[in-house]
């Protein structure tokens, strides 16, 4: 082992391994890591008392994941600055109290520490706490009767040296399996087989040429060493230590000079040696002068040289000239260029104010189109307010006692001109008025159709306008058209054989509802004989192949597989016509789900009756329609899903995996089981056949295959059924029987069903709370579960609940429920796990969840302590009501607290507070959730600055206010240019008054990526609140700078100057803010640590861990697949 192994950076104090430690305790300490790194392969390791950081970094070589942790704060600075790793890192810790959270550790590495610690109980159950179950121990102490007794070592920093016996005794009273060892440094041989044996043991040999005696294990070894776990142990290897470099130079020596006359004569050796030495300085003094003699020579000849040097001298100042000249050409290029660059960067920060101008222009007129939307509702209620006083009137008029009490009233209704409304005084002029502007405004009975054009948002072009015939067919009104692109992204195959009415409708709805993907439309015609062979080839765009005869529908599509030059494929039948989306739904599912192998659509009868939701295939290869005649709507039918298989009457798939699986198979011609066989196929390659049933094809079933099973093509599906039977029999044996829906959907293990109630469908773009519950429940359905999602409001608002539906989970609105009670009476029974998020909506729906599904797990999801939020709003303002609103919600939580079976919160900080108060109940930190873009922008090309945030939470209104009025004033004078958006919906009239021409308010944006792109920080002035804030993870995520107070980086374990700058009090903050946005130094440090700190904590991988482990059975308990919940714990 080379001395350099240590940096010398660090002193020796007799505490630690530094540089100049003797090779003896560089072995020692190598050889037990050595050991380690065995064991610490593929795991999460943690290094206590880890020192300068060599063994972790060791330990990194093998491990996935280590943590070194040492108190020495300048010993930590110095290995995070030594050993750079990307799976290591090193903190400041004590081994009584380790900075880890429970059960997040595979392996524990804690060499020579035990000895330094008093409580030695306290540091194994902290080691105890941070294993995972099963978890295994590495840990050794100077052994005292040898150390200290015998060699009369002693150590300064050692606080409670142990014998071996007593070592061996604390461990095994920890842990159920201990392997304990002991070790020294020794000079000898090492003999071993050349494989493991069970008859070979181990031991020490002694003794000379005289006698030999023998020890098992280590004799009088100086260490003990043990592996200890609550698990049976690995295998494990000892072994000895070799530098293979020092040995032979130690044994060498050994042999030269073994005996005494041998150093004798090394002695006479060297005097024999510096006796040459005297004679070569005498010959070497000799040299020099004759050297000075020839130097003098040379000297002449080196005045010759200096008169030619001097020549070549005016040669090169003439050069020298003409240099200068092209210098200042040059130059003059170098300013022309500068100023382009200018001109580029004034021109890119142009570009951008216009984009977020523009971006502002939206907001706003999407504000005032919802506020139309609203008066047009207002102004439909009113009409209907006034319809029923008319027929209230009418009733009235009518009834014998109001005429016999009302006789004048009579006779002026008998002579007035209006006898519906006269005689009834103030309730005559308010119906005649109204009967009046109903005549006058038509447009009335068509609100709801102009809301509905409003809220689709944004206006796009109209489309090509159709007619239709008689048979509900749309034919064009113009020529059809397919536009023609270099390359292509999806081919649509049709494959037709007549039937050219058909044909044409579904190439006009294609036309019609053409997505902005590339695409070309291949026409494969199977022989047809109708006006099919004059009609398509003239159609502009398309690709039209023509079979001499007639193949069938097998052949066809393959046929025009061959010529597509799409990256995925689109086998459509021609007796579909297609919808809105059709083809980006399907696109976007290969997008989001890497292991789809192909999408299938919702196919819809032309009455309105769902035609399919899927394929179901039966132990007896017969197939079922998921879902035919019934509503298209229900909830059961509207969530992306895995599928037995997907009808080839609409299907996607990745022209790579159709060639890989051989296309469609010819056994099947001419057609029938064909699609069935390619699911199949493509889930034995690893992938999965998806429906989708945001993409909706409207399918004349029947109408160019017939119905008929004995006759036509039909005949085919009872033989090809029998050929796919004995095809896939292995495959069909696990399904169930015909008819047995509840086999079909029975979970698989491991799978959880999951119910999730919240105030309303997750709008990530407005706050920061629906992120987090968008991202958990994409992330469930990622990890296999199904995921049922109801918003408190029963409301189906769009474009909210489809993408859910589009991401896989099942949303449950109305009018399909009237109440979430209703739901849970019906359906309770079905979910294992429970998931109430929010306070008040936990509330109102716990006792109906352990009512109506006594067996599921229940999760009180805080998203942030409410009372915590109150509390100190009501410190800040002294505000009587939230000071009791405070009181009640803290009530409440630990109420929900109590009744739940797990609590979850967002940050440490948050869950220290519940456990602390409940310890005895489960609380978990599920955070903020946010996909991680990084920075594009450099320093240079970015300007101004931006608040982000939900106005209908009170701390963002203050903060904005607070911002402005307190510490926007300190900034005018430095940064008189810059500008300041507030970003964030429903912003009241206190933050609308501040918009000046440097401060924008920009109101909602539904893309927020263009300003994060741009700006070059992101403030977070709060003064109260609760919880992890999104703004601050958001603005991480896409490495932009955030300046904050220390209540809005609460609880997220961020460093001052490292990860965001904090600042409480205005000129801090201003100061701050200046600092960051005038250095690029400093910020690009920001962004860098922010984007790696966000990856780390914030992630979708990192929630991916936390999630899978939360939903695992180990966490819940083991579930019965056959049943909801077999039962569950901490009841």
């Not at 200290?148 to 071996?164: C, I, M, R, T």
């Not at 072994?239 to 470099?245: A, L, P, Q, W």
């Not at 004048?408 to 009046?436: Q, T």
Request: one cysteine or more; a negative charge; glycine letters at 6%.
């Amino acid at each position: 082992m080379k001395r350099n192994l240590i940096s010398a950076d660090l002193p020796w104090t007799g505490e630690r391994l530094v540089a100049g430690c003797g090779r003896q305790l560089i072995y020692e300490h190598v050889h037990r890591y050595a050991i380690a790194t065995r064991l610490a392969v593929g795991k999460r390791a943690v290094d206590v008392a880890c020192g300068e950081g060599y063994g972790a970094n060791l330990l990194a070589r093998t491990a996935s994941t280590v943590v070194g942790i040492d108190l020495d704060q300048p010993t930590i600075e110095h290995a995070n600055r030594k050993y750079r790793r990307q799976n290591l890192k090193f903190l400041v810790g004590s081994c009584e109290e380790l900075p880890l959270e429970s059960r997040s550790v595979d392996l524990v590495v804690s060499f020579e520490t035990i000895e330094h610690v008093q409580e030695q109980e306290q540091f194994l159950n902290e080691i105890k706490r941070v294993l995972i179950p099963g978890g295994l121990l590495i840990i050794s102490s100077p052994d005292k009767e040898e150390y200290s007794g015998v060699n009369g070592a002693k150590n300064p920093f050692h606080q409670s040296e142990l014998y071996h016996r007593d070592f061996a005794k604390l461990l095994m009273s920890n842990f159920k399996e201990c392997l304990i060892g002991k070790q020294r440094p020794v000079v000898g041989s090492w003999i071993a087989p050349d494989l493991p044996s069970p008859n070979v043991g181990s031991g020490t040999f002694r003794g000379g040429l005289d006698s030999v005696e023998f020890t098992d294990g280590v004799y009088k070894g100086l260490y003990s060493i043990a592996v200890c776990s609550d698990a049976p142990l690995p295998a494990m290897q000892f072994g000895i230590f070799e530098n293979k470099d020092e040995s032979a130079g130690i044994w060498n020596l050994f042999e030269t000079y073994d005996r005494p006359e041998d150093i004798s004569n090394l002695i006479a050796e060297l005097r024999n040696e510096r006796e040459q030495n005297a004679q070569v300085i005498a010959q070497l003094s000799q040299q020099v002068v004759r050297l000075e003699e020839a130097a003098e020579e040379r000297q002449g000849a080196l005045e010759s040289l200096r008169a030619q040097f001097e020549e070549r001298g005016e040669a090169l100042e003439r050069l020298q000239v003409r240099f200068e000249e092209r210098s200042l050409h040059l130059q003059r290029s170098t300013e022309d260029l500068a100023l382009a660059r200018e001109r580029f960067a004034q021109t890119h920060e142009q570009l951008q104010e216009k984009s977020i101008s523009l971006a502002g222009y939206e907001g706003h007129a999407r504000e005032l189109t919802q506020r139309l939307c609203d008066q047009l509702s207002t102004t439909k209620k009113l009409s209907r307010l006034l319809v029923a006083m008319e027929e209230a009137a009418v009733r009235l008029r009518s009834s014998r006692r109001w005429q016999f009490a009302n006789p004048m009233a009579v006779l002026r209704a008998k002579f007035s001109r209006d006898s519906r409304s006269a005689g009834y005084g103030h309730l005559e002029k308010i119906v005649s008025s109204y009967e009046r502007w109903r005549a006058s405004y038509p447009q009335k009975d068509d609100i709801d159709d102009q809301i509905q054009a409003l809220k689709r948002w944004p206006l796009t072009v109209p489309k090509l306008p159709v007619v239709r015939r008689s048979e509900g067919l749309v034919v064009p009104a113009e020529p059809i058209r397919f536009p023609v692109f270099e390359k292509v992204e999806v081919s649509v195959i049709i494959p037709v054989f007549n039937q050219f009415h058909f044909t044409q409708a579904c190439l006009a709805s294609l036309q019609q509802h053409l997505d902005e993907q590339a695409l070309e439309v291949i026409i494969v015609d199977d022989g047809s004989t109708d006006e099919t062979v004059e009609s398509l080839p003239l159609i502009e765009g398309a690709v039209y192949l023509r079979s001499p005869s007639n193949v069938g529908f097998v052949a066809s599509c393959n046929w025009g597989a061959t010529k597509a030059r799409g990256k995925y494929l689109v086998f459509l039948n021609n007796d579909t016509t297609v919808t809105e989306r059709w083809l980006s739904t399907l696109l976007d599912t290969f997008q989001d789900d890497s292991r789809a192998g192909l999408v299938g659509s919702k196919l819809i009868f032309p009455d309105g009756r769902l035609q399919e939701a899927g394929g179901i295939i039966w132990n007896d290869a017969s197939g079922w329609n998921y879902g035919k005649f019934d509503d298209p709507g229900k909830p059961e039918y509207n969530f992306l899903r895995e599928v037995d298989y997907c009808s080839a009457a609409c299907v996607m798939i990745s022209k790579a995996l159709f060639e890989k699986v051989g296309g469609f198979e010819l056994q099947y011609a001419p057609g029938y089981y064909e699609d069935t066989d390619l699911s199949f196929k493509v889930r034995r390659c690893g992938y999965k056949p998806l429906y989708q049933p945001l993409s909706e094809v409207i399918h004349f079933e029947g109408a160019t295959g017939g119905n008929d099973l004995s006759t036509g093509a039909k005949r085919h599906q009872e033989v090809n059924r029998m050929t796919f039977a004995a095809t896939w029999a292995a495959e069909l044996a696990a399904k169930p029987a015909p008819g047995d829906l509840a086999g079909h959907f029975r979970s698989k293990p491991g799978q959880k069903r999951i119910l999730v109630i919240d105030h309303h469908l997750p709008m990530p773009e407005k706050d920061s709370g629906s992120l987090r519950m968008f991202q958990i429940l994409t992330i469930l359905h990622t990890l296999g579960h199904r995921v049922t999602f109801i918003p408190d409001d029963l409301a189906d608002t769009l474009p909210y609940s489809s993408d859910l539906r589009g991401r896989g989970i099942k949303v449950v609105c109305h009018p399909y429920i009237q109440s979430v009670g209703d739901y849970l009476r019906e359906h309770g029974g079905e979910y294992d796990v429970v998931l109430l998020s929010r306070c008040d909506f936990a509330h109102k729906h716990i006792a109906g969840v352990r009512l109506h599904a006594p067996k599921s797990w229940i999760v009180f999801d805080t998203v942030d302590l409410h009372f915590l939020r109150d509390s100190r709003e009501a410190r800040l303002t002294q505000d009587p009501v939230v000071q009791l609103r405070a009181r009640e919600k803290k009530e409440r939580e630990y109420a929900l607290v109590d009744q739940a079976d797990e609590t979850w919160v967002v940050s440490d900080l948050e869950q220290k507070l519940l456990q602390k108060h409940r310890p005895e109940k489960k609380i978990e930190v599920v955070t903020n959730i946010v996909e991680v873009p990084g920075s594009a922008t450099p320093f240079s090309l970015r300007r101004n600055w931006l608040f982000i945030g939900s106005f209908q939470h009170t701390p963002n209104v203050d903060a904005v206010i607070y911002f402005v009025q307190e510490i926007y004033p300190l900034l005018h004078d430095r940064l008189t240019r810059a500008k300041f958006y507030i970003i964030g919906d429903k912003a009241p009239p206190s933050v609308v008054g501040l918009a000046s021409e440097n401060v924008i308010i920009t109101g909602l944006q539904p893309d927020v990526r263009m300003y994060f792109e741009s700006v070059r920080l992101s403030i977070a002035p709060l003064r109260w609140g609760a919880g992890v804030k999104g703004k601050i993870n958001q603005s991480m995520s896409f490495g932009v700078p955030v300046v904050a107070t220390s209540m809005a980086v609460e609880g997220m374990a961020l460093k001052d100057r490292e990860d965001v700058m904090i600042a409480d009090d205005p000129a801090a903050f201003a100061g701050a803010l200046v600092e960051v946005y005038e250095s690029e130094q400093l910020w690009n440090r920001l962004s860098q640590n922010a984007i790696e700190k966000t990856k780390t904590f914030y992630s979708v991988n990192a929630a991916r861990e936390r999630l899978k482990r939360l939903f695992s059975e180990e966490h819940l308990g083991v579930f019965d697949a056959s049943l909801p919940m077999s039962g569950t714990k901490g009841r």
